[in-house]
């Protein structure tokens, strides 16, 4: 019954009476052991607050974003694009407040993402970028080749070369840099 109420909630866009169904839904199956119940009252969480955290981000409000993120990483932890949205949170928050500590924080979900094997590429994609962001070219260098070897699509592949070709010619490393530039094709 809550999880069809939260859906009911959904439809009218009444976000914080279908997170509060899908939550005891979520609550009540795993009391009663119905674990298939449970993730999908816990993905419909997720969702909502992907929602909330996309229009909190997209406002650069990243504290609030990160909060909501976080409570939606919380709810599905194998949620690639949750993740990646509160790591970028926490990155754009470090970013605007000078705040280190919440890009660390950025960084080791981003590494957690990248552990798991079947989201490697996307993974090391936006992590390949949020170091480039940051301008720490040796890790740029350290993981860049990586990063490359990963990609299935042409266009990503080639950005991974431009920034280990930008991170070399920040290091005045200049034949490694024409070597990663000359694998830009997109």
């Given at each position: 019954c809550?999880?069809?109420?939260?859906?009911?909630?959904?439809?009218?866009?009444?976000?914080?009476?279908?997170?509060?169904?899908?939550?005891?839904?979520?609550?009540?199956?795993?009391?009663?052991?119905?674990?298939?119940q449970m993730?999908?009252?816990?993905?419909?969480?997720?969702?909502?607050?992907?929602?909330?955290?996309?229009?909190?981000?997209?406002?650069k409000?990243?504290?609030?974003?990160?909060?909501?993120?976080?409570?939606?990483?919380?709810?599905?932890?194998?949620?690639?694009?949750?993740?990646?949205?509160?790591?970028?949170?926490?990155?754009?928050?470090?970013?605007?407040?000078?705040?280190?500590?919440?890009?660390?924080?950025?960084?080791e979900?981003?590494?957690?993402?990248?552990?798991?094997?079947?989201?490697?590429?996307?993974?090391?994609?936006?992590?390949?970028?949020?170091?480039?962001?940051?301008?720490?070219?040796?890790k740029?260098?350290e993981?860049?080749?990586?990063?490359?070897?990963?990609?299935t699509?042409p266009?990503?592949?080639?950005?991974?070369?431009?920034?280990?070709?930008?991170?070399?010619?920040?290091?005045?490393?200049?034949p490694?840099?024409?070597?990663?530039?000359?694998?830009?094709?997109?």
């Amino acid at each position: 019954c809550y999880f069809m109420l939260g859906g009911g909630a959904l439809k009218t866009k009444n976000y914080d009476e279908a997170l509060k169904n899908f939550e005891k839904s979520a609550e009540l199956a795993e009391l009663y052991g119905d674990m298939n119940q449970m993730a999908k009252s816990n993905g419909w969480v997720a969702k909502i607050y992907q929602i909330q955290g996309g229009d909190a981000f997209n406002n650069k409000d990243y504290a609030t974003a990160s909060e909501i993120f976080a409570k939606g990483y919380a709810a599905d932890p194998d949620n690639t694009g949750m993740a990646l949205n509160l790591a970028m949170s926490y990155c754009e928050m470090a970013m605007s407040s000078g705040d280190m500590s919440q890009y660390e924080k950025g960084m080791e979900i981003y590494e957690a993402v990248a552990a798991k094997t079947h989201q490697s590429a996307l993974a090391q994609n936006v992590r390949l970028q949020a170091y480039a962001n940051k301008k720490d070219y040796a890790k740029v260098i350290e993981l860049g080749q990586a990063a490359a070897d990963a990609q299935t699509d042409p266009a990503d592949k080639s950005l991974m070369y431009y920034l280990l070709g930008a991170a070399y010619n920040a290091k005045e490393m200049k034949p490694q840099a024409i070597a990663a530039f000359k694998q830009v094709t997109d």
